[in-house]
């Protein structure tokens, strides 16, 4: 309590000495018979000199700023994309800086040089065409050039990718992400918001996963359709109005998404369930998405939620993920993780996938590492992520080579990696056992699917 009232007598005090300033100030202009409009020529010769000196320290700090500090953040760009944003970007800073340092200078040395003489008379200048030409036609031309490269890249970044490239979905909900890799055919199986299950999180369309989401809505002993109708028609059981009608709406909903389900499996091509089955599933903030050097990978973006925005700050790519749209992105690696790592002398570095679009309470949560990998590494992780690390449970036609098995010893120790194939999540390794025999007998699936080409 005591320093707040020091504080505020501080205050009242410093106002009281102002306003006794100005009072002064006032006094003496009376005294020496001038205005208060008057300035003199020295007061304007000082003022001219202060600012010729502002100019310097003002400049001579802005100069030692860059040179200490420079760009602080983006860090080093690890992706063609990346590469050349930051040309860009470097071009965007030397023509603002120019345009900085230019109008500052010409600004504190007029102010110098045209101060206000005695006997001098301003000169009366109130148009002139070809000024307002110039000083239209150059910085327009100067944002046209900046406008036109930036869409140059940006449409480069969202055009097709090539035949080659890797395509890869990232699905986010609060608060995490879903990374989920293409087959052999390299497409991604389709998928349907309607078709979510608690073993279809990501809402993939095939045969069986339609089955289990029609199913699903039909019987679940909670929120099943049958079930709701039984609790409603049950004489022994008393609701409330409002519980009531809050039943009566899950269930006309639930039969709604029933009615689209069976429409959706009736309209379903059972050829396309082989697209689905072999896409490799990583999710959870335990689990890395991994990519290949030099490889092109194709990223298509949804969210289950809210708007959240996919951002690899090393990469320089950042594109939203909208719910009820995809958006997409291509990107090639041009630096290894250990690369950089030995860059940055700093051996626990690691790449990262954040979200950068405030999402909720835990969007400081949601992120996913990247690690990047050399072409011969990465196949043997990808290949390992398939089906798994143990050759016992792997198809005959599709066993892990010794110097496979080395480099996955070498990167992981004991806990190697576990299968993330679609089809075993979804069905339990046990059921999913006889289509890799029938793999090993002549399918086509192949775990190096994911591989880099």
Same mark, same amino acid.
């Given at each position: 309590m005591g320093s707040k009232l020091i504080f505020l007598i501080v205050i009242v005090l410093g106002v009281v000495a102002i306003a006794q300033l100005v009072r002064l100030y006032e006094l003496s202009s009376k005294l020496r018979k001038r205005g208060e409009h008057e300035i003199s020529n020295r007061d304007n010769r000082l003022n001219a000199k202060l600012m010729l000196t502002f100019m310097f320290v003002f400049l001579g700090g802005m100069i030692y700023l860059l040179a200490k500090y420079g760009y602080t953040g983006r860090g080093i760009a690890a992706s063609e994309h990346g590469e050349r944003l930051d040309w860009?970007?470097?071009?965007?800073?030397?023509?603002?800086l120019f345009v900085f340092f230019s109008c500052n200078i010409?600004?504190?040395?007029?102010?110098?040089?045209?101060?206000?003489?005695?006997?001098?008379?301003?000169?009366y200048f109130p148009h002139s065409t070809k000024l307002e030409l110039l000083w239209t036609i150059i910085p327009a031309t100067a944002l046209l050039i900046i406008i036109v490269l930036g869409l140059i890249e940006w449409n480069n970044a969202t055009s097709k990718a090539k035949d080659d490239a890797i395509v890869v979905e990232l699905y986010s909900k609060q608060f995490d992400w879903t990374a989920r890799y293409s087959g052999?055919?390299?497409?991604?199986?389709?998928?349907?918001?309607?078709?979510?299950?608690?073993?279809?999180?990501?809402?993939? &369309?095939?045969?069986?996963?339609?089955?289990?989401?029609?199913? *699903?809505? =039909? /019987? !679940?002993?909670?929120?099943?359709?049958?079930?709701?109708?039984?609790?409603?028609?049950d004489r022994t059981k008393i609701y409330s109005v409002e519980e009531r009608e809050k039943m009566l709406t899950t269930l006309h909903r639930n039969e709604e998404i029933y009615r689209l389900l069976v429409q959706l499996k009736n309209r379903h091509d059972k050829s396309l369930?082989?697209?689905?089955?072999?896409?490799?599933?990583?999710?959870?903030?335990?689990?890395?998405?991994?990519?290949?050097?030099?490889?092109?990978?194709?990223?298509?973006?949804?969210?289950k939620d809210v708007i959240h925005s996919a951002?690899?700050?090393?990469?320089?790519?950042?594109?939203?993920?909208?719910?009820?749209?995809?958006?997409?992105?291509? &990107?090639?690696?041009?630096?290894?993780?250990?690369?950089?790592? *030995?860059? =940055? /002398? !700093?051996?626990?570095?690691?790449?990262s996938l954040l979200c950068n679009k405030i999402c909720g309470a835990s969007h400081y949560k949601m992120y996913m590492l990247v690690e990047v990998l050399e072409r011969e590494e990465y196949n043997a992780v990808m290949k390992a992520m398939d089906l798994g690390s143990d050759n016992a449970t792997r198809p005959a036609n599709d066993q892990l080579t010794d110097k496979e098995l080395s480099i996955l010893k070498k990167k992981f120790g004991e806990s190697l990696p576990?299968?993330?194939?679609?089809?075993?999540?979804?069905?339990?390794?046990?059921?999913?056992?006889?289509?890799?025999?029938?793999?090993?007998e002549g399918s086509t699936t192949d775990s190096s699917a994911v591989a880099a080409k």
């Open positions: 860009l970007m470097n071009l965007n800073m030397i023509i603002i010409l600004l504190f040395v007029f102010a110098y040089k045209y101060v206000k003489k005695q006997g001098a008379k301003a000169l052999k055919d390299n497409k991604l199986g389709k998928f349907d918001y309607k078709v979510t299950s608690d073993k279809n999180l990501l809402g993939i &369309v095939n045969t069986e996963t339609l089955e289990y989401a029609i199913d *699903k809505m =039909k /019987n !679940d002993s909670l929120l099943g359709i049958d079930a709701i109708e039984r609790n409603l028609n369930d082989a697209q689905s089955w072999d896409d490799i599933i990583i999710a959870g903030p335990a689990e890395k998405l991994y990519l290949c050097k030099g490889q092109e990978y194709e990223f298509n973006f949804r969210s951002f690899f700050p090393n990469f320089r790519v950042q594109m939203n993920t909208v719910p009820g749209q995809t958006t997409r992105f291509k &990107v090639t690696p041009t630096m290894t993780t250990e690369e950089m790592r *030995k860059l =940055k /002398n !700093d051996p626990k570095f690691d790449f576990t299968a993330h194939r679609f089809e075993i999540l979804f069905k339990g390794a046990a059921s999913a056992a006889p289509a890799n025999n029938e793999t090993a």
